[in-house]
């Protein structure tokens, strides 16, 4: 386990009031190469989560927004979705990407499930942002927003423990796996999120430009290989 991996735990039962943490004694195989050391997975309801949340005023970009768009989805998914940030649509409405370019997430989802003969709805997926609040003029959220919100990111994806994360576009993929990369570059290929593989694939709004033909066509490749790794 990494450092940041173990600051995210850390943080996280403290979360839960759990002061002293004690480490698990070694196991028959702990000494072989390639053995990894794991924290217990916590499981923690997600609205104890929303809870935490409250009225949240931790980072600035509470001061326009209208709702905090928590997630959507089944809680028990075996696949999450995770998004930059909520749009203006989703800020009115607290729920993420239900505007145009939630659309297009829906009919990929559902699209390309129906055509690989996977029984799959948007509904069985959990989708949410790296940030819960609405940037102002969708500008990119800034590291310390990121650092800030990305604790309750961090707690959904540990209490829900998806077998695949799908990270759509460039701040997620960036976020999550902690590359310099462009999503040019880390689209179509697996990382890796606390040991669970992470899919990184283009934002439904990049792809909604009547010129991005290709990208479209690769996201679609993308959200295949995903959809096949965690249902087939
Ligand atoms: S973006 Fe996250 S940390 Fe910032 S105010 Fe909203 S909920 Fe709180």
Redesign the pocket.
Known sequence: MDAETLRQYLEYYQDLGIKTLYRRGSVANAGEAGHEERWPAPQEPLFRILDD?GD????R??EQ?TK?VFGVGNEQSKLVFVGEGPGADEDAQGIPFVGRAGQLLTQMIEGTAKKEGIPLLRKDVYICNV???RPPENRTPQPD?ME??GQ?LSRQLLAIAPKAICALGSTAAKYLTHSKEGVTRMRGNWYKWNDIPVMVTYHPSYLLRAYNVGPKREAWEDLKKVLHFVYD
Not at 56 to 59: A, N, Q, T, V
């Open positions: 949340i949240c005023h931790r980072c970009l509470h927004r905090i940030v819960k609040c927003e800030m919100c309750f």
